[in-house]
């Protein structure tokens, strides 16, 4: 069983569209989490931190479920920009490194 | 603000060179991040540098792997008698140690390998 797993997609929606992605993780001592972006044959970039209280950045909402051990991102009003592959990244409890899912693939269409 | 900086970024070499990449990470940053990500998979730890000491190696860092960080800054990631399966992208990071968001790890653009 994989640490991180997350739907590979892709997920087609129009523009305007809301759309949530979710991911669970193994590891229940797992400490910090995150969504990272990644466009075609580029870099991960940090999306948002995810808080045990949930948080939103502008059109991004994220939330943790710690009894659950899921973690979920919710997009609103997507614009064509949107479209790239969500990385869900877990911190692990005694380690730097960061674990991450193979990505959820976003196609948003005009 | 200039952010991690990864060179060179496209390598091909053939079957048993070894290649070496070079890591500059964000300048107040003193943790420095190796990982590797293949096609379709998100990326995969290697190993992690507090300045200059190297704390922590994946598995996946085979013996033909080895990195370093002499003087806490830059840092280089060296393979040894590359093979086919060492094709991949290889992404550096880093963070900060203390302050806000110590655990936030901003990536560079990465080196692409390709192994003939």
């Known amino acids: 069983r994989k640490e991180v797993e997350q739907d590979p997609g892709p997920f087609n929606v129009p523009e305007g569209a809301t759309v949530a992605f979710n991911c669970t993780y193994s590891?229940?001592?797992?400490?910090?989490f995150f969504w990272y972006r990644q466009d075609c044959r580029k870099e991960p970039k940090l999306l948002m931190s995810?808080?045990?209280s949930g948080n939103e950045d502008g059109r991004f909402t994220a939330q943790l479920n710690r009894a659950s051990q899921y973690i979920s991102l919710l997009i609103r009003d997507s614009k064509l920009s949107d479209s790239a592959t969500y990385l869900c990244?877990?911190?692990?409890?005694?380690?730097?490194?960061?674990?991450f899912g193979s990505g959820t693939r976003l196609l948003v269409r005009p | 603000d200039t952010g991690v900086s990864q060179n060179p970024r496209h390598k091909i070499t053939k079957r048993g060179q070894n290649v070496t990449f070079r890591c500059d990470p964000i300048?107040?940053?003193?943790?420095l991040y190796w990982y590797r990500q293949t096609l379709g998979q998100g990326p995969e730890f290697l190993t992690y540098?507090?300045?200059?000491?190297?704390?922590?190696k994946s598995r996946l860092l085979s013996d033909r792997f080895s990195a370093e960080r002499p003087k806490g800054s830059f840092s280089t990631l060296e393979i040894q008698r590359t093979e086919q399966g060492d094709s991949a992208m290889y992404l550096c990071?880093?963070?900060?140690?203390?302050?806000?968001?110590?655990?936030?790890?901003?990536f560079g653009p990465g080196t692409r390998l390709t192994v003939t």
């Open positions: 990071a880093s963070s900060r140690a203390q302050g806000a968001s110590p655990y936030e790890q901003y």
């Open positions: 590891n229940s001592a797992s400490q910090s």
């Open positions: 995810v808080y045990s």
């Open positions: 990244v877990v911190k692990g409890d005694s380690s730097y490194k960061l674990i």
């Open positions: 300048s107040e940053h003193n943790r």
């Open positions: 540098f507090q300045n200059e000491a190297q704390l922590e």
